[in-house]
């Protein structure tokens, strides 16, 4: 569905009526287009003396093919750059700032107290002023939970503060992000800066990711344009709306898709495995048979490298006039059948060894909303397994992630009464609803063979929703 709203506020005359009115101005956000640089502009980096993660970054950055520039704070940055053979400058002349860039980076790993956090302040007092629109900000900490003093984990926790902050200020469609990086995990960022700093993160804001160490082995893709050549991927709910678009999304990258859904929607099914030239499986995932049946076609392919659950549906009443009926189907489709499915396909050897398992979750489950007991029941329990299962799985070199789409422009939201569409769309950082594409990007940064370090975490794809923040 279109947003008429954000086609009016970007035309030259509704444009100046908004600012005249004060209105809430969204920009047409920047999506990734296969071919595209990874930045398009240069990246500011900034830190302190301590910070550790230079030299893995200017590698990345050399790798990425980007164009870097330090901060007066953080003079080192041209050794660590030169030393990787990338090319960099340095930003502004004495206090005056210097050119427009696409992305900030600043490296926080050193910071070890409150007294610290000064440098903060400075680099983005700087730079703040400084950022293209659509621009990406990357704040990178260490977890506070592993931290060796007190004092470090607080002010390493304070990143969360900053970072969500930031992300309200900043306007002009720039998101930010904190990524809490373990020690010794510096060779596993690579997928995660690569996905947080180009337009494939679009509608990913304030959102608080950790990167640990591989549960497998490391991976790098022989290309990253099509990470996922030669993977066999199941897309369940691949027929319309987000699972559509995580079958296209999949297939540009390389995977070879097999879209699931429910056998009354074979026609629509049968048209988007044509277009990723990919298989139909028509299944209710719901059924007692699915599980063994999914374990017998995976054997069949020699076992699947992603499996990403993304069926779901919504049957809205406030608990007191739901109907047992209504609690029990979305109970059973949105949660117990991605468990059964989980402990059936691994129980059976039908996950290959660093597999990749992307559920989808949603802010509901998060934030909870009036008439969805049963829906933000199931889609916190997605949560809750994500969670614990990720150390179980990693025994068996298996990541498990979940996205939680906030309001995406979908079948499912465009049957929302206008009010509380028009609400939806607008109460978030970005001033306006995802798409599809956007949800499927983020999965296929966690479905990636090179996010091996990537597990247990819940990435809201809102724009900074306001509900649940
Ligand atoms: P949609 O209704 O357009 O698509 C869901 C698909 O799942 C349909 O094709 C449906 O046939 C399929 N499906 C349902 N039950 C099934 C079953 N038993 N077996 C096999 N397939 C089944 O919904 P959407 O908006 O594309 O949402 C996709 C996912 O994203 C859902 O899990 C939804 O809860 C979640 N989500 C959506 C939004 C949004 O704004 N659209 C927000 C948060 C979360």
Redesign the pocket.
């Known amino acids: 569905m279109s947003d008429s709203y954000l086609n009016f506020a970007t035309s030259p005359w509704g444009g100046k009526l908004t600012d005249t009115l004060g209105l809430p101005k969204p920009l047409v956000l920047e999506r990734y287009e296969a071919g595209q640089p990874v930045v398009r502009g240069s990246i500011l980096v900034g830190g302190t003396t301590d910070s550790a993660l230079l030299p893995a970054l200017a590698q990345i950055f050399k790798s990425m093919g980007a164009h870097t520039l330090a901060h007066r704070q953080l003079p080192h940055w041209m050794g660590a750059a030169n030393h990787a053979g990338l090319m960099t400058g340095r930003w502004g002349h004495e206090d005056q700032p210097g050119e427009k860039v696409k992305a900030l980076v600043f490296d926080a790993t050193g910071l070890t107290d409150s007294t610290q956090a000064h440098a903060l302040y400075q680099f983005f007092h700087d730079t703040a002023r400084s950022i293209l629109s659509c621009g990406r900000v990357l704040v990178l900490g260490r977890p506070p939970e592993s931290c060796s003093t007190v004092r470090q984990a607080t002010v390493q926790r304070a990143l969360e503060g900053l970072t969500r902050s930031l992300a309200k200020e900043l306007k002009k469609a720039i998101t930010v992000q904190l990524v809490y990086v373990a020690e010794q995990a510096q060779d596993e960022l690579e997928s995660t800066l690569r996905f947080l700093l180009s337009p494939r993160s679009t509608y990913v804001s304030a959102q608080v990711i950790r990167v640990g160490q591989v549960v497998d082995t490391h991976t790098i893709p022989a290309d990253w344009a099509q990470p996922l050549a030669g993977k066999k991927v199941l897309v ?10 995580i079958a296209q999304v999949m297939a540009r990258e390389g995977a070879d898709v097999i879209c ?3 056998p ?2 074979q026609d ?2 049968n048209d988007i495995a044509s277009q990723v030239a990919g298989r139909a499986l028509a ?5 007692p048979e ?1 599980p063994q049946a999914l374990v017998q076609a995976a054997l069949a392919d020699g076992g699947w490298d992603v499996i990403v ?6 049957r809205d009443k406030t608990i007191a006039n739901m109907k047992e009926h209504f609690w029990d189907s979305v109970i059973n ?2 949660l117990s ?1 991605q468990e059964r499915i989980n402990e059936a396909l691994v129980d059976n050897g039908a996950l290959r060894r660093g597999a990749r398992i992307v559920c ?5 489950g998060i934030a909870g909303n009036v008439g969805q007991t049963n ?1 933000a029941l199931s ?1 916190a329990g997605v949560v809750g397994m994500v969670q614990s299962l990720a150390p179980h799985l990693a025994k068996h070199g298996i990541t498990i992630n979940a996205v ?10 465009a049957a929302v009464p206008f009010a509380m569409r028009e609400a ?1 769309r607008r109460m978030n950082s970005l001033s306006q ?2 798409l ?1 594409q956007d ?1 499927a990007e983020t999965i296929c940064w966690l479905a990636s063979p090179a996010s091996g370090g990537v597990t247990g975490n819940v990435v809201r794809v809102c724009g900074q929703s306001i509900m649940g923040a």
Do not use: C, W
């Open positions: 369940t709910g691949a027929s319309r709306g987000i699972g559509a678009a699931l859904d429910v009354q929607a629509s099914l299944m209710d995932i719901g059924s699915a659950h993304n069926a779901g549906i919504t489709i949105n059948t989808v979750s949603s802010i509901s829906y889609k939680a789409p906030g309001f995406i422009e979908t079948a499912m939201t939806g609803g995802g599809p949800v």
